[in-house]
T-cell receptor
Framework: GESVGLHLPTLSVQEGDNSIINCAYS??????FIWYKQESGKGPQFIID?????DKRQGQRVTVLLNKTVKHLSLQIAATQPGDSAVYFC???????????FGAGTRLAVHP | NAGVTQTPKFQVLKTGQSMTLQCAQD?????MSWYRQDPGMGLRLIHY???????DQGEVPNGYNVSRSTTEDFPLRLLSAAPSQTSVYFC???????????FGPGTRLTVL
């Protein structure tokens, strides 16, 4: 069974609603931010990224917002579907591109 | 492309045993890295490599060795397994142009 994420914060939403997952980062020198989705028993999967010279970026059904003033990152998922149920991680890079710092993750539970 | 592959998928060791976790990528990525994932702690960097013959330590390197003799392969060696090394291990790769990591499916390791 899935042991990772036993003590994660959980966001519960109804199918069709919009979801907002938040992340605070600590390093003001971080210049690249990435959101990953991890389904049970699988490796993290890239969703969307944003550089520090941007404050918003949109993908298919997903939007990432970056507020450098308060060091806050959010992932918005439109029209949430059961297949979106997973653990979501934010990650930051402070240059060099050879290492990422990951947040602890948020579990998204989508209910019909 | 197979992407990033890892073997084995599951492994049980006794304290003091040694083993090697295998990782290979066929995307010709320059960078490769190993992370461990523990409940509620996100992913933590163990070791990384920016090219064949070049490796460096991450956040939690103790008890692990790595080598990078080819661009494709990046094995992780546990010299003398301890219960604290019970975790899920992920190998990842990326190009030098972006910190976006591509992850393998993971190895779930239990040390008794």
């Amino acid at each position: 069974g899935e042991s990772v994420g036993l003590h994660l914060p959980t966001l519960s939403v109804q199918e069709g609603d919009n979801s907002i997952i938040n992340c605070a980062y600590s390093n003001s020198a971080s210049d690249y931010f990435i959101w990953y989705k991890q389904e049970s028993g699988k490796g993290p999967q890239f969703i969307i990224d944003i550089r520090s010279n941007m404050d918003k970026r949109q993908g298919q059904r997903v939007t990432v917002l970056l507020n450098k003033t308060v060091k806050h990152l959010s992932l918005q998922i439109a029209a949430t579907q059961p297949g979106d149920s997973a653990v979501y991680f934010c990650a930051e890079s402070a240059g060099g591109y050879n290492k990422l710092i990951f947040g602890a993750g948020t579990r998204l539970a989508v209910h019909p | 492309n197979a992407g990033v592959t890892q073997t084995p998928k599951f492994q049980v060791l006794k304290t003091g045993q040694s083993m090697t976790l295998q990782c290979a990528q066929d995307m010709n990525h320059e960078y490769m890295s190993w992370y461990r994932q523990d409940p509620g702690m996100g992913l933590r960097l163990i070791h990384y490599s920016v090219g064949a013959g070049i490796t460096d330590q991450g956040e939690v390197p103790n008890g692990y060795n790595v080598s990078r003799s080819t661009t494709e392969d990046f094995p992780l060696r546990l010299l003398s397994a301890a219960p604290s090394q019970t975790s899920v291990y992920f190998c990842a790769s990326n190009t030098r142009d972006t910190p976006v990591l591509f992850f393998g499916p993971g190895t779930r390791l239990t040390v008794l």
